[in-house]
Protein backbone atom coordinates (compact mmCIF):
# COMPACT_ATOMS: atom_id res chain seq x y z
CA UNK A 1 0.00 0.00 0.00
CA UNK A 2 3.01 2.67 0.30
CA UNK A 3 4.38 2.10 -2.63
CA UNK A 4 0.72 2.66 -4.25
CA UNK A 5 0.30 5.74 -2.16
CA UNK A 6 3.90 7.10 -3.31
CA UNK A 7 3.22 6.47 -7.02
CA UNK A 8 -0.38 8.14 -6.52
CA UNK A 9 1.26 11.03 -4.94
CA UNK A 10 4.33 11.53 -7.96
CA UNK A 11 6.88 9.41 -6.26
CA UNK A 12 7.48 11.58 -3.51
CA UNK A 13 7.83 10.21 0.76
CA UNK A 14 5.37 11.20 2.34
CA UNK A 15 4.11 14.41 3.56
CA UNK A 16 3.27 14.82 -0.40
CA UNK A 17 3.02 18.22 -1.59
CA UNK A 18 0.54 17.23 -4.56
CA UNK A 19 -1.78 15.40 -2.15
CA UNK A 20 -3.14 19.15 -0.83
CA UNK A 21 -4.73 21.98 -2.39
CA UNK A 22 -2.04 24.87 -3.97
CA UNK A 23 -2.61 27.96 -5.89
CA UNK A 24 -2.04 26.44 -8.86
CA UNK A 25 -4.02 23.38 -8.73
CA UNK A 26 -6.83 25.65 -7.81
CA UNK A 27 -5.92 28.67 -11.03
CA UNK A 28 -6.19 25.33 -13.13
CA UNK A 29 -8.82 23.90 -11.94
CA UNK A 30 -10.88 27.26 -11.88
CA UNK A 31 -9.39 28.14 -15.75
CA UNK A 32 -10.75 24.46 -17.21
CA UNK A 33 -14.20 25.37 -15.30
CA UNK A 34 -14.26 28.45 -17.18
CA UNK A 35 -13.06 27.00 -20.39
CA UNK A 36 -16.14 24.63 -20.60
CA UNK A 37 -18.34 27.19 -19.21
CA UNK A 38 -17.36 29.13 -22.61
CA UNK A 39 -17.86 26.10 -24.85
CA UNK A 40 -20.95 24.92 -23.24
CA UNK A 41 -22.30 29.04 -24.24
CA UNK A 42 -20.75 29.03 -27.37
CA UNK A 43 -22.56 25.49 -28.33
CA UNK A 44 -25.60 26.91 -26.87
CA UNK A 45 -25.36 30.10 -28.96
CA UNK A 46 -24.73 27.99 -31.84
CA UNK A 47 -27.63 25.89 -31.23
CA UNK A 48 -30.28 28.77 -30.67
CA UNK A 49 -29.28 30.29 -34.01
CA UNK A 50 -29.37 27.21 -35.85
CA UNK A 51 -33.21 26.94 -34.83
CA UNK A 52 -34.00 30.87 -35.34
CA UNK A 53 -32.96 29.98 -38.50
CA UNK A 54 -35.39 26.70 -39.06
CA UNK A 55 -37.78 28.91 -37.56
CA UNK A 56 -37.64 31.91 -39.81
CA UNK A 57 -37.19 29.29 -42.65
CA UNK A 58 -40.60 27.75 -41.55
CA UNK A 59 -42.26 31.13 -41.73
CA UNK A 60 -40.40 31.54 -45.37
CA UNK A 61 -38.73 34.94 -43.66
CA UNK A 62 -35.44 33.22 -45.50
CA UNK A 63 -34.52 30.79 -47.57
CA UNK A 64 -31.84 28.07 -46.68
CA UNK A 65 -31.82 24.59 -47.06
CA UNK A 66 -33.22 22.54 -43.80
CA UNK A 67 -29.88 20.77 -43.97
CA UNK A 68 -27.41 23.94 -43.16
CA UNK A 69 -28.47 24.56 -39.86
CA UNK A 70 -28.76 21.29 -38.52
CA UNK A 71 -25.03 20.58 -40.20
CA UNK A 72 -24.02 23.85 -38.22
CA UNK A 73 -25.57 22.43 -35.12
CA UNK A 74 -24.10 19.30 -35.32
CA UNK A 75 -20.92 20.66 -36.13
CA UNK A 76 -20.87 22.82 -32.79
CA UNK A 77 -21.74 20.48 -30.54
CA UNK A 78 -19.17 17.80 -32.19
CA UNK A 79 -16.07 20.36 -32.22
CA UNK A 80 -17.58 20.97 -27.98
CA UNK A 81 -17.01 17.36 -27.72
CA UNK A 82 -13.79 16.89 -29.35
CA UNK A 83 -12.25 20.44 -27.39
CA UNK A 84 -13.87 18.81 -24.20
CA UNK A 85 -12.02 15.38 -24.81
CA UNK A 86 -8.65 16.71 -25.85
CA UNK A 87 -8.29 19.06 -23.09
CA UNK A 88 -9.80 17.47 -20.33
CA UNK A 89 -9.99 13.97 -21.05
CA UNK A 90 -13.25 11.54 -21.57
CA UNK A 91 -15.62 13.46 -18.76
CA UNK A 92 -18.71 12.40 -20.15
Same mark, same amino acid.
Not at 35 to 49: T, Y
Given at each position: ??????????????????????????????????????????? $?? &?? =???? %?? !???? /? *? $?? &?? =???? %?? !???? /? *? $?????????????????
Amino acid at each position: MPRIARAINGGTEYPWPEAGITQEKLARHIGGVAVLSILRLLV $GA &IV =VACL %VV !LGLR /L *F $GV &IS =VPVM %VP !LFVA /L *F $GIGLYRTIRSWRFGDIS
